[in-house]
């Protein structure tokens, strides 16, 4: 199975910040790579895909970069609607994983 | 607009079955592969199946956590995605997602969720 590493696990963060997660998948994974967004009692909604790639109306304060084993999710000018546990997740192989989450307060 | 909605969830005794149900609306299901993703309680994300699309002759992939205890299957012209639950344990409580693969293979669309409690 590919592992899919995930660090800080949280992160303090205030308002008008810009915060970095990143991912680290245990194979090279090309880009397949989403990033999703959890917030509290929430489904999760997706946020990137192929890595770097905006789902449709997700704003460009969000980005995501990186190939192979190494990913990063950038967040700038970070506000209160942002403050949520960020997921990454593989897709180049079954079974599909996720990063274990990184919860940002 | 996409739309997911989950239903047939519950409390279930250890060893029992459980069917989930997964209604589409809002965009061509017949075209999309659909999976079922689970959350237990104050956890992160779990894969636990994927149905294909026809084209791809409705094939079927599970997590090794629930292979040979679940079975999931969709009916197209119902626009509807299933998850039939067997041989529950107490480790299955959950809440379980439906969701949308895109074509380009990631999950773009999720439901609300559907509690599953496993419990004696």
């Known amino acids: 199975d590919i592992q899919v590493t995930q660090s800080p696990s949280s992160l303090s963060a205030s308002v008008g910040d810009r915060i970095t997660i990143t991912c680290r998948a245990s194979q090279d994974i090309s880009n397949s790579l989403a990033w999703l967004q959890q917030k509290p009692g929430k489904a999760p909604k997706s946020l990137i895909y192929a890595a770097s790639r905006l789902q449709s109306g997700v704003p460009s304060k969000f980005s995501g970069s990186g190939s192979g084993t190494e990913f990063t999710l950038m967040i700038t000018n970070l506000q209160p609607e942002d403050y949520a546990t960020y997921y990454c997740q593989q897709y180049k192989d079954y079974p599909l994983t996720f990063g274990g989450g990184t919860k940002v307060e | 607009e996409v739309h997911l909605v989950e239903s047939g969830g519950g409390l279930v005794q250890p060893g029992g079955s459980l069917r989930l149900s997964c209604a589409a609306s809002?965009?061509?299901?017949?075209?999309?592969?659909m999976d079922w993703v689970r959350q237990a309680p104050g956890k992160g994300l779990e894969w636990v199946a994927r149905a294909r699309n026809k084209a791809n002759s409705h094939s079927t992939e599970y997590a090794a956590s629930v292979r040979g205890r679940f079975t999931i299957s969709r009916d197209d012209s119902m626009n509807s995605l299933y998850l039939q639950m067997n041989s529950l344990k107490t480790e299955d409580t959950a809440l379980y997602y439906c969701v949308r693969v895109s074509r380009q293979c990631d999950f773009d669309y999720w439901g609300q969720g559907i509690l599953v409690t496993v419990s004696s």
């Open positions: 809002g965009f061509t299901f017949s075209d999309h592969y």
